[in-house]
C-alpha cells in the first residue's frame, strides 16, 4: 500500500445529522466548526488562559498552579502548571468513587468469552490502596521506577494506579516483549521493582510471562522485588525473597492509602518507544500535563458524555492504552473496556459481540485490525446490534480511504463519525483529529489540530516554514502543549537532538505532511528509519542489531515496505561471515527472541553482499526500490560501490 492513494481531493463527509440530533445524541461539547475554530484560535493566542482554565476545571489541585506555563522549544525546559501539586490516582479514582461509587469504572472482558467482569469506582480505588499498600510495604516510594510487565487485566490498571498513588514512576513494557527488551528497559531505568503475572491469556493461548521475566532478570541486578499477580494458576518458579504473590500480599493490607502528592511537573510514567537509533529511548510523561491532555481530549476529541462506555482495542503497554484505556476515560470518571483478546479470538465476531453486549458508545482501533475484519467480510459484523455506537475513532498508522469508508458504513453504518486521529507517544495524546460533531472527515485525513496545538509545514531542506495553505513538508509544532512529552530519561541530550535541533524552536515529529487548500493535514509517513507494522513502531537499526547479534550474520539491511494489511512490513537483507551458514528461519527467530514476535521480518534475503557507497553506507532506498518493483526508478547509482550488484538481488528477490 503506497500513500499515493492519499489524493487530497476527497470528499467531505459532513457530521452524522444523528449527533447533532437532541433527542437521539447527547448535546455536542463542540457542535459546529465555528465554535471549534473559535476556541481553536483562543488555545493559540491565549495558552495561559485557555490551559489555566481548563486546567482548574478539569483536574482536582491539592495546591493551586500560579504559572500556567515556563520554558519553550528553544531551551528545552518545558513545564506547565508549575505550583501545582495533585495526585494522579486520586483524579482518575477517589474524586469519582466520592460522589457515586457504584459507578462502573472498568468492564474487563476476559479472553475468553463470558468471563466479563465489571469493577466499580468504589472496588477500584479499594484494590487501588490496597495494592498500593502493598508497594509500599515492599519499599517502593515517590519517584521509583516500577516496571510492569503484565497482560491485559483489571489489576494491570490497579497497578499503574497504584505507582501513581504512591508518586512512583511506572514503565510499562508492553507483554509481547522479549526477555532481552524487557531486560533492557529495566537496566535503563534502574527499575527496583517488577510487577507481572503467572501467565498471559491470548486468544485461547497462554504464555508463561513469569519465565521471560525470570529470564530478563538474570543480568537485572538492580531488582529486588517481583510482584506476581495469578492470571491462570498455573505452576511457576518462585525465587525468594525477590518474588511474592499479589494475592497473599493484599490480605495484609487495609484498602485505603493515602495518596502522595507531587509536583505538576514530577514524572508520572516512563515508556519505551523506538527511535531512529537501536536503543529504545524512555519517553517521560509529567503528572498534571500529562493528565490534563489525556483528560480534554478524551472529552472532546470523543465527545465522551456521562453514561458513555468507552472501547479502546490497544494493548495497555503502548502510548494509546495509557491514554485511551485508563488515563483519559478514568479521569473523566467514564467507563473504560479492558479487552483482553484478540478480533479473531474465538471468530471474527468478538468486537461486535462485544459491542453490542455492553453498548459501547465508542470504538478506538487501528487501521490493521480494520483490514484484516474487512477481510473477514460483512457478515460478522451485520449480525450484532451495533446501534449503541456514536463513535468509532482509527490510530496508530495511516488510515487508507477504501478502508476508513468500509468502517464508516460496515461498522459505522453511516450514522457514526469516523475520527483518524494522529499522535505519538511523545505527544502523549491526540493532536490532529476531527472534533466528531463539529469537523467534516476526508477519509485519510487526520483533518485539523486539536486545541492549542500549533502546527507547522516545513521545508525539509531549507528549514523554512511553508506559509501557504496548501503546502507539503515536514510536520512541526510551534508551542508546547500540556502533554508534550518532557525528556528522554537520562538522556535529554537525545531529546533535544531528536525533537528540537532539527529545526530551532519547533518541535519535530518525524512525519511528513500535506496540508490541503481546506488545511486539512494528510500524514504521509515517517522521513526517519522508523517503520510503523500494525501500528508499532520499530527501528530499522534495532532489528538490525537484534540480527547483527546472530553468530552468522555479517551484515544486515532492514527497510520498511508497503503492506496491504500491516501498513508496512518488516522485511530484511542479509550477508553471512566466511564460512556461516544459517537459515531464514533461525534469523526470524532470532528477532523473535531479541525484540519480540511483533518484531518478526516477514521476509529475509541471504545475499552475497550489499548495496553500499564507495565510502561503505549501506543504500537502503536501493533495496526499498527492488523489493517495491521500482527498479527503473534507481535513482542516482553513480556512488553506488559495485553497480553488477543490482542484477543479482533483484534476481534473488524475484526467485524467493
Ligand atoms: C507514529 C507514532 C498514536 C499512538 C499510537 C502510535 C504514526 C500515528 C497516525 C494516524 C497516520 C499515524 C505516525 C507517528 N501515526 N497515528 N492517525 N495517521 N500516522 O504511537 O508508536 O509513538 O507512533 O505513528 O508516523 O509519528 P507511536
New binding site residues.
Partial sequence: MSTEYLSTEAKLYPVPKRLLDPSLSPTPHINSIEQYKKLYDESIKNPIGFWGKIARETLTWVTPFQTVFSGGFEHGNIAWFLEGRLNAAYNCVDRHAIKNSDKVAIIYEADEPGQDRKITYGELLRDVCRFANVLKAHGVKKGDIVTIYMPMTPEAVVAFLACARLGAVHSVVFAGFSAESLRGRIQDASSKFVITADESRRGGKTINIKNIVDDALKECSTVERVFIFRRTSSEVSIITPRDVWWHEEIEKYRPYCSPEIVNAEDPLFLLY??GSTGKPKGILHTTAGYLLSAATTFKYVFDYHEGDTFACM?DIG???GHTYIIYGPLACGGTTILFESTPLYPTPSRYWEVVAKHKITHFYTAPTAIRLLRRFGREHIDCHDLSSLRIIG??????DPDSWKWYNEVVGRNVCSVI????????GS?I??PLPCAISSKPGS?TLPFFGIDLAVLDSTTGGEIKTTEAEGVLAIRQPWPSIARTIYNDHNRYFNTYLKPYKGYYF???SVTRDRDGYYW?R??VDD?I?VS???LSTAEIESALIFHPSVAEAAVIGVPDDLTGQSIQAFVTLKPNCSTDVNDLILQVRKVIGPFAAPKKIYIVSDLPKTRSGKIMRRILRKIICDEIDQLGDLSTLSDPNLINILVDKVNNS
Fill in positions: 518507544t523506538s490497544a503502548w502510548v494509546t482509527s490510530v496508530g498508522e495511516p488510515i483518524d486521529t494522529y499522535w505519538q507517544t511523545e505527544t491526540t490532529i483529529s487526520a515529529t518525524g512525519d500524514i509517513g515517517r522508523v510503523n501500528g508499532h513502531r
